[in-house]
């Protein structure tokens, strides 16, 4: 691993920070692609969440070191008030709790947005009991090497480590988090928002052309932070799966954002993308973050039944039994309103790559950068980089120039 980070590690970085580095004064109210118009690297949970248990300063500081120009920290709340970065509020599946005998008897079953759901949650741990925890890796397919070595941090902790890596490898380096069920954090008295915004306060990170994207995949929150931060935010759309024909599925409770349900409002979650939804989005946010079968869907190879036919004989039908369709007019209709567009989530195994990249991940980030996409959330930054860069001799003589001149792509950057 050693060798790996700091062999392809340095490679990435001088693409990563000398050829595509965004000024903060890029931002502004326009969609905006960085100065050399390459769509930004997400690194979701981190960016290293592919390699190493997500959500940790470990693989924060590795997906930076892979070439991330955002990580992405899941925002839950402690009992004694603080954001830490897990991907729920319920500890089980991302740390080792349940192997700790002294808080056994906080396992409990709690409803989280509708949802009988039983664990340990943040909410019933101060911030040092949090810090006696360890990280594991949620994926049971990934390497489980590095479970119980990483202590899981506090998003103050977070913007530190983003900063010092910002100064260490002079490009941009931002952040994106999410509030992780804000109806449900508001409902148990430990609402999201303002703590988020002081945080970003103390860090000198709450005005519009700071390194931060907020995303939710609820609405309400998005609004009442418009009303307090110029601070960019993304609304996420979700759905529950994709159905043989390539429509989505809107299967509760991934059917619609949370706070529609609870204020009772109908519909599901693509109705945020059509024009009148989009429409509805810029109002508040400067960008979408959709599930990338909303921009560029896929239909089963074969269908018997209403069912996908395990077409490649394995046992299993997966994204390698089928097809791509054609991008959906989403991106073109975001980007005539002027909102970003930074898809989700893009990952590596075999299982997960569907059938017409014939294997190879990078052939799934080339296909969603040509569709025009502003950024995209990757458990794999270095393989989004590398196809960026990919992408980037394909579309644009300067990088080529770039890419085999330093000095010159500083120069372009000021
Ligand atoms: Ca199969």
């Excluded at 839950?76 to 740390?95: C, F, Q, S, Y």
């Excluded at 010092?164 to 008295?189: C, F």
Aim: neutral net charge; glycine residues 8%.
């Amino acid at each position: 691993m050693a060798k790996f980070t700091s062999t392809l590690g340095r490679a990435l970085l001088t693409i990563g920070a000398l050829c595509a580095a965004l000024p903060a004064a890029a931002h502004d109210d326009k969609p905006r692609r960085r100065a050399d118009n390459a769509p930004l690297v997400i690194g979701h949970r981190g960016g290293a969440s592919g390699y190493l248990p997500e959500h940790t300063l470990e693989a924060y500081s590795l997906g930076i070191a892979l070439g991330a120009d955002y990580v992405e920290p899941d925002l839950v709340a402690t009992k004694d008030g603080h954001l830490i970065a897990r991907h729920e509020p319920n500890l089980i599946d991302t740390t080792n709790v349940k192997s700790l005998p002294k808080f056994a008897d906080r396992r409990r079953t709690v409803m989280l947005d509708g949802v009988p759901t039983d664990g340990f949650f943040a909410s019933d741990f101060t911030l040092a009991e949090i810090k006696q925890l360890r990280a594991v890796q949620s994926f049971p397919e990934r390497d489980q090497a590095f479970n119980g070595r990483f202590e899981i941090p506090t998003l103050a902790e977070i913007i530190q480590l983003v900063k010092r890596k910002a100064r260490d490898e002079g490009r941009v380096i931002g952040i994106y988090p999410e509030t992780k069920h804000p109806t449900y954090h508001q409902g148990i008295g430990l609402p999201l928002e303002d703590r988020l915004l002081a945080v970003l306060n103390a860090a000198g990170w709450n005005h519009r052309n700071a390194p931060v994207f907020i995303q939710s995949f609820e609405t309400a929150n998005l609004r009442y932070l418009r009303s307090k931060t110029s601070v960019r935010l993304i609304q996420l759309v979700d759905a529950n799966d994709v159905n043989p024909d390539g429509s989505l599925d809107y299967t509760k409770p991934y059917d619609k954002p949370y706070d529609w349900v609870a204020s009772n409002r109908a519909g599901v979650f693509g109705d945020l993308l059509t024009p009148r939804g989009l429409q509805e989005v810029k109002g508040y946010a400067d960008g979408i973050g959709p599930w990338k079968p909303y921009l560029i869907s896929s239909a089963c190879k074969s269908v018997q039944a209403g069912a996908c036919v395990d077409v490649t004989g394995d046992g299993v039908v997966d994204e390698r039994d089928r097809v791509l369709l054609p991008p959906t007019d989403v991106i073109a209709n975001a980007h005539k309103l002027g909102l970003l567009v930074h898809p989700y989530t893009f990952r590596s195994e075999q299982k997960r790559v569907n059938g017409s990249f014939a294997g190879n991940p990078v052939n799934e980030y080339l296909a969603f950068y040509e569709a025009g996409v502003d950024g995209l959330f990757s458990d794999f930054a270095d393989t989004a980089v590398v196809a960026r860069a990919m992408f980037l001799l394909k579309n644009d003589p300067d990088y080529a120039k770039c890419l085999q001149n330093e000095r010159k792509c500083e120069k372009n950057n000021d």
